[in-house]
């Protein structure tokens, strides 16, 4: 069966499900907090992430996924999650070529240490596998946020090996991130501030290849049983591995991300 009608199915199932409860609301979009959902409550959430301009030609890029969420326990929670792609770029005739592709499956599983709102800072550990036929990631994450009044701070330390396997011995990059995150209330429904990002790739065979940072303001709205937050991050500079003649770093990563995400309680 074709991806998109999968897709769109499970966002048709989403928008009509019974949502009688409540949500665990995310402030930001490109960091985590350390919130888990209690035993037993669910959450599916949709992530669209467009990606602009790259070193030639025209690119544009839409990464989907689609994700089930389940607290499992007093301080975890697992979600699930399919991938998807929609990219369009210059196929060097002048003329758009346009491919979706599925991007394979990832397990999630985050464990809260601390809160927030109780305890100094709210601390947890996450870690996420992701699996497709010609590459595997393993994404782990320390996770620090402080809730002090109106205001929500959040840090994350990244650090995601990923393997690009091949007939030969399969190649492997190293990606760390430092990010962090500030977002203020100012009604009980409505929040908005800033995400900023700084990434780093490094391999085997050519070192420290780059490292990009990226910053913009984000806004989130939430109810009883769902919330939607949607950040605005291009690139702002590169401290390594810069495009000639640009500031940026155009062959590893865009000019411009930005990425929206529904959540619904189920």
């Known amino acids: ?62 990464d989907s996924r689609m994700e089930f969420e389940v607290g499992v326990g007093k301080h975890l929670q697992t979600a699930f999650y399919l ?8 196929n060097g005739t002048g003329v758009n070529e346009t491919r979706f592709n599925f ?5 999630e599983w985050k464990y809260q240490f601390s809160n927030p709102y109780k305890d100094a800072f709210g601390f947890a550990a996450y ?24 205001t929500i701070l959040a840090l994350n330390l990244t650090y995601e090996p990923e393997w690009y396997l091949s007939p030969g011995q399969a190649e492997i990059e190293h990606n760390f991130e430092g990010s962090f995150g500030l977002s203020y209330a100012f009604t009980p429904n409505l929040s908005a501030g800033i995400e900023i990002r700084d990434h780093n790739i490094y391999t085997k065979e050519n070192g420290w290849e780059s490292s990009a940072f990226f910053g913009g303001p984000n806004i989130s709205y939430s109810q009883p049983n769902w919330w939607v937050t949607f950040t605005v991050l291009p690139q702002l500079v ?28 189920i």
């Open 103 to 107: 991007r394979g499956i990832s397990s």
């Open 83 to 90: 991938n998807f792609s929609n990219t369009t770029t210059d």
């Open 1 to 62: 069966m074709n991806y998109k009608i999968i897709f769109f199915l499970a966002v048709i199932f989403v928008l009509f499900c019974n949502l009688n409860s409540f949500s665990n609301e995310r402030k930001f979009t490109y960091l985590y907090q350390s919130d888990i959902l209690g035993i037993g409550s669910r959450e599916i959430e949709l992530t669209n992430t467009p990606m602009l301009g790259k070193q030639f030609g025209y690119f544009a890029e839409l």
């Open 127 to 150: 870690t996420e596998l992701g699996l497709n036929t010609d590459e595997v990631e393993l994404e782990t994450k320390l996770i620090f946020d402080k809730k002090i009044k109106r």
């Open 238 to 265: 590169a401290f390594k591995g810069k495009t000639p003649g640009s500031n940026l770093s155009l062959g590893d990563y865009t000019k411009f991300e930005s990425r929206l995400i529904f959540s619904f309680h």
